[in-house]
């Protein structure tokens, strides 16, 4: 039987223990960094395989499947493994159990298919050369970023993987469909803080005050001529301002206001000169109206680059198991990952599994109370992996 046959086999006769482990891993998310009972799980599992993992920055799991001549080469395989402080709106079996957590961005998908590609790989390790390096990563959604903290405890050294692969489940693409794009894709993500300083008073007296909540609704406006006349069209870029609080009430105008957004580009240099920018235009137009600007910028995730020619490759490996007519273009997205550490230093690529059903309702996009994926989609993320990985050793 040819290795593809025998992967496919292993892949279906795999799918509902892997759909078990997403359900469970679904029903008890946790949050970035606090992933300590979806370690002990991952854990459990491997060992299962008679893989060895081992521990790195606290909640993060890596493990090593090794061939034939493992030496000869070392290609890395990632999964996330934390949740969002999110309430579950899902009426299903396998609801979230931990009030205010939710795994809305699938990264109980991710993380329970790369425990399917470990089957799959284990069950056909004498069938290939080199070694696969398993990375599960916590705290994909919160500032450092795991990435960061799996790559300083070495993640990636000993040896140094010849390529990373990541997969995202994809509810914009409908099941069955698997999607590509080289080059840039994802966004850099930074946050801004700023605290406009005024001086409260009466609200019927505002010639006595220096009214912070004007202030702010100028610098919210203000600012957003750094994207509409400094930066180029050809420069993707978003600044949008979600959280303000001014504690004041319909007659008072409090001493201060704070402001919490978020900058995305897909362009670094732009993004250096974008941040200076802020910086620069809240300070002088809150000075301009007899305030003050304290403006803290926590410099985030950096844009992700898919590898040109890994991407290729790993594309033409996906025409193979699901078909050419089932392997899609994707378009750029402000979103961010912090997959973009990883590719800062070895050839990366980041490929979204489809996970949309229209007939079954299910719609809802990530980081929203009603996600879900169709799970027929855990019938090809493990398999698909595989297949890819064991195509990249030869190679």
Same mark, same amino acid.
Not at 27 to 47: D, W
Not at 193 to 221: F, M, Q, T
Not at 228 to 234: G, V, Y
């Given at each position: 039987?040819?290795?593809?046959?025998?992967?496919?086999?292993?892949?279906?006769?795999?799918?509902?223990?892997?759909?078990?482990?997403?359900?469970?891993?679904?029903?008890?998310? &946790?949050?970035?960094?606090? &992933?300590?009972?979806?370690?002990?799980?991952?854990?459990? *599992?491997?060992?299962?395989?008679?893989?060895? $993992?081992?521990?790195?920055?606290?909640?993060?799991?890596?493990?090593?499947?090794?061939?034939?001549?493992?030496?000869?080469?070392?290609?890395? /395989?990632?999964?996330?493994?934390?949740?969002?402080?999110?309430?579950?709106?899902?009426?299903?079996?396998?609801?979230?159990?931990?009030?205010?957590?939710?795994?809305?961005?699938?990264?109980?998908?991710?993380?329970?298919?790369?425990?399917?590609?470990?089957?799959?790989?284990?069950?056909?390790?004498?069938?290939?050369?080199?070694?696969? =390096? /398993?990375?599960? *990563?916590?705290?994909?959604?919160?500032?450092?970023?795991?990435?960061?903290?799996?790559?300083?405890?070495?993640?990636?050294?000993?040896?140094?993987?010849?390529?990373?692969?990541?997969?995202?489940?994809?509810? /914009?693409?409908?099941?069955?469909?698997?999607?590509?794009?080289?080059?840039?894709?994802?966004?850099?993500?930074?946050?801004?803080?700023? =605290?406009?300083?005024?001086?409260?008073?009466?609200?019927?007296? $505002?010639?006595?005050?220096?009214? $912070?909540?004007?202030?702010?609704?100028?610098?919210?406006?203000?600012?957003?001529?750094?994207?509409?006349?400094?930066?180029?069209?050809?420069?993707?870029?978003?600044?949008?301002?979600?959280?303000?609080?001014?504690?004041?009430?319909?007659?008072?105008? $409090?001493?201060?206001?704070?402001?919490?957004?978020?900058?995305?580009?897909?362009?670094?240099?732009? =993004?250096?000169?974008?941040?200076?920018?802020?910086?620069?235009?809240?300070?002088?137009?809150?000075?301009?109206?007899?305030?003050?600007?304290?403006?803290?910028?926590?410099?985030?995730?950096?844009?992700?680059?898919?590898?040109?020619?890994?991407?290729?490759?790993?594309?033409?490996?996906?025409?193979?198991?699901?078909?050419?007519?089932?392997?899609?273009?994707?378009?750029?997205?402000?979103?961010?990952?912090?997959?973009?550490?990883?590719?800062?230093?070895?050839?990366?690529?980041?490929?979204?599994?489809?996970?949309?059903?229209?007939?079954?309702?299910?719609?809802?996009?990530?980081?929203?109370?009603?996600?879900?994926?169709?799970?027929?989609?855990?019938?090809?993320?493990?398999?698909?992996?595989?297949?890819?990985?064991?195509?990249?050793?030869?190679?």
């Amino acid at each position: 039987m040819h290795l593809l046959e025998q992967i496919k086999k292993y892949a279906h006769e795999n799918a509902s223990n892997v759909v078990a482990m997403r359900r469970h891993l679904h029903a008890h998310p &946790e949050l970035s960094y606090q &992933e300590f009972e979806t370690a002990a799980f991952i854990t459990r *599992q491997l060992k299962t395989l008679g893989l060895e $993992p081992i521990t790195m920055a606290g909640t993060g799991i890596v493990a090593e499947i090794r061939g034939k001549n493992p030496e000869r080469k070392t290609i890395a /395989l990632r999964a996330d493994i934390d949740a969002l402080p999110i309430m579950e709106a899902n009426n299903v079996a396998y609801k979230s159990s931990n009030n205010g957590v939710m795994h809305a961005c699938g990264h109980d998908v991710h993380t329970s298919s790369l425990l399917g590609t470990a089957y799959i790989l284990t069950a056909v390790k004498e069938k290939f050369e080199g070694t696969v =390096r /398993l990375i599960f *990563q916590p705290g994909e959604e919160k500032h450092p970023g795991g990435a960061t903290l799996m790559i300083k405890e070495g993640a990636l050294n000993n040896p140094v993987p010849a390529s990373i692969i990541g997969q995202h489940v994809f509810p /914009l693409l409908p099941v069955g469909k698997i999607g590509f794009r080289t080059g840039k894709y994802m966004a850099s993500s930074d946050e801004i803080y700023i =605290r406009v300083i005024g001086k409260g008073g009466h609200g019927a007296a $505002p010639e006595l005050a220096i009214d $912070p909540v004007v202030i702010a609704s100028h610098l919210i406006i203000g600012l957003q001529q750094v994207i509409s006349r400094n930066a180029s069209p050809k420069k993707p870029s978003v600044l949008t301002f979600g959280k303000v609080v001014a504690n004041g009430a319909t007659n008072i105008i $409090p001493d201060d206001v704070q402001l919490a957004g978020t900058f995305r580009t897909l362009d670094e240099e732009w =993004r250096k000169e974008a941040l200076k920018k802020i910086r620069v235009m809240a300070a002088t137009l809150a000075e301009s109206m007899g305030g003050k600007a304290e403006i803290t910028i926590s410099e985030g995730y950096p844009c992700l680059e898919n590898n040109r020619e890994l991407t290729e490759r790993i594309r033409h490996d996906a025409e193979q198991y699901v078909g050419k007519e089932n392997t899609v273009d994707i378009d750029i997205t402000m979103g961010s990952e912090d997959f973009a550490y990883y590719s800062q230093v070895i050839p990366a690529s980041f490929y979204r599994l489809g996970t949309r059903n229209e007939a079954k309702g299910i719609t809802s996009y990530v980081h929203t109370p009603t996600f879900d994926i169709d799970e027929d989609a855990l019938t090809i993320g493990p398999g698909l992996m595989a297949w890819m990985a064991v195509n990249e050793l030869t190679r």
